[in-house]
């Protein structure tokens, strides 16, 4: 074996919630179909690699359902297998994305591979993972990061990279409060993807320096590079916008989102239904795999009591969901969804397993699963009175429903029974709910998140 790869899916993302209160980040559906973490395993997988660890922590369960259910290869020594933290250096969770690696060790050194693939597991975008351990590999790195352009004001929240003319890193700076900006090109900054190719020996080398250091956060982008950089090793990037997707011509754009707050995780989604989306879900060549369902197609149908149309435009909508006589504009809709007669939904993300009222009109809502509407409600229209009835809105003014809500006409909003405990307990959903106690009641225990709301047909 030349390179294994290891992801790193163990991140809370605790900006994410209530949508992590009860998943990982890497698990949470995007995208209808999808779930975050298919995305980097797709760009492996199409890339030909085949021996994957996929490193787990917090919320892991339904991480390690999709994973086991979804992407088992077999056979001929291949696989992708979820890891959990294991506390094989201490009774510790992982301190750090380094100190994940570390204590893994053992995988890597059974493996005898000549090079590691260190990659996040939550971001959305296609990479060609070969291009870059070729040119890894042609310029006899020790490390090699993935990088990419950003607005400077942007930057901040990434790891902030300057670099000679021939590529070699010579200074990198972890989420700096004012980025550097790349000479060339003002107003920008070069960052880091947070994905890495390491020569084997020296990732062991380092990490067993960074562990008897007490003064370290055992963070790659906070403590390992850095310190790589300061001791001159041959630490490269390696250009995102040089990788060469097969389906894909070079007008095409090089997309990459960090999906890590809600507002961007909102308008990553609606990226994907545009007319000429930045993000192609279409290419034949590098598909986004996934779990298959054994749901029918998603079916339009006239309301035989109004007899009124539907109307769709510039939406995706899932297998399994039945739209009749509705009004969807700028729509991501989930599988196994149901939209009842003349109601209208705008600009806004719906996931699997939701109901949407008759008559209800719904502008910027963003739902997790299995959550219901009733007929004739409205949200989106009045900022105020949603801030007041929600306890979730977004920055940008999205209404976020947490998993298995229902919304009734009027009135308080009915969180599903084993979601209110998890809401209240959470270190950052815990605040929201305490604050908003007069927003919601609990269902009882006749409702459960994991539930669709849809009826049987």
Not at 32 to 53: A, K, M, P, T
Not at 238 to 243: A, E, S
Not at 297 to 317: I, Q
Request: proline share 6%; with cysteine.
């Amino acid at each position: 074996m030349q390179t294994l790869v290891m992801i790193m899916a163990g991140g809370k993302g605790s900006r994410l919630a209530p949508l992590t209160c009860h998943r990982a980040k890497p698990a949470v559906p995007f995208g209808g179909r999808y779930r975050i973490i298919d995305f980097v395993l797709s760009n492996f997988v199409n890339s030909g690699y085949r021996h994957v660890y996929v490193l787990t922590q917090f919320m892991a369960s339904s991480l390690i359902q999709h994973l086991s259910r979804n992407w088992g290869l077999s056979g001929f020594g291949m696989f992708i297998e979820a890891v959990p933290a294991q506390m094989r250096r201490g009774a510790h969770w992982y301190e750090g994305t380094a100190d994940s690696v570390w204590q893994n060790m053992n995988l890597i050194r059974d493996a005898h591979c000549q090079h590691v693939a260190v990659f996040g597991g939550d971001h959305i975008y296609r990479f060609a993972v070969d291009q870059m351990e070729a040119a890894h590999i042609e310029r006899k790195a020790d490390l090699t990061i993935a990088a990419c352009p950003m607005p400077a004001a942007e930057a901040s929240r990434f790891g902030v990279i300057e670099v000679d003319e021939t590529g070699k890193i010579t200074g990198f700076q972890e989420k700096p409060d004012v980025p550097t900006e790349m000479p060339n090109r003002p107003g920008w900054s070069l960052v880091s993807m947070g994905n890495y190719i390491f020569r084997t020996g020296v990732l062991e080398d380092v990490l067993i320096e960074d562990a008897t250091l007490d003064s370290s956060g055992h963070d790659f982008g906070k403590d390992i590079i850095p310190k790589m950089v300061s001791d001159g090793r041959p630490v490269y990037i390696y250009d995102f916008h040089q990788n060469k997707i097969p389906g894909e011509g070079p007008e095409d754009s090089r997309y990459w989102r960090d999906v890590g707050t809600m507002d961007s995780y909102f308008d990553a989604n609606m990226d994907l239904r545009a007319a000429l989306p930045e993000f192609n879900l279409y290419n034949r060549q590098w598909p986004i795999r996934s779990a298959q369902r054994n749901y029918p197609p998603a079916k339009f149908v006239r309301d035989g009591g109004t007899g009124r149309s539907g109307e769709l435009v510039d939406s995706l909508v899932c297998e399994g969901t039945i739209v009749s006589s509705a009004s969807m504009v700028n729509v991501m809709a989930g599988y196994g969804c149901l939209f009842e007669a003349n109601c209208q939904v705008d600009e806004s993300v719906i996931l699997s397993g939701c109901t949407i009222g008759q008559g209800a009109r719904l502008r910027r809502v963003l739902m997790d699963k299995n959550c219901s509407i009733a007929a004739g409600t409205v949200i989106g229209y009045d900022k105020e009175a949603d801030r007041k009835r929600f306890p979730w809105m977004t920055p940008n003014g999205v209404v976020v429903l947490p998993k298995g809500t229902h919304v009734p006409f009027k009135g308080p909003i009915e969180l599903a029974w084993d979601m209110v405990s998890v809401l209240e307990n959470d270190p950052h959903a815990g605040p929201i709910m305490r604050g908003n106690r007069d927003a919601y009641v609990s269902a009882g225990r006749g409702r459960h998140s994991h539930d669709s709301t849809v009826p049987d047909a």
